[in-house]
């Protein structure tokens, strides 16, 4: 037979720290997607430019916006469904 160990117990404390951690992380990535897109947008880089800069700097911009605004409250909500 195989008894597994019980689990530890959870510290709340903690798992929010994480939590938080993870919302910060994805928001500062988006800030720097969209710093990059606008990069693009304004041709400052030799392996794209003209106008698939432009559409691959739009590209980017709404992806990091999406990353910055949307994904937190995502995970926000999906924190508030599950308990720890």
Known sequence: MTDFPPPPPVDPEKIARQRHFAIGLFRLSGAFIVM?????????????????????????????????????????????????
Do not use: E, H, S, Y
């Open 36 to 84: 990059f897109g606008f990069l693009a947008i304004m041709q400052r880089f030799t392996w794209v430019q003209g106008d698939k800069a432009k559409a691959f700097g739009a590209i980017m911009v709404v992806v990091g916006l999406f990353q910055f605004m949307i994904v937190p409250r995502l995970m926000l909500a999906l924190f508030k469904r599950t308990k720890p």
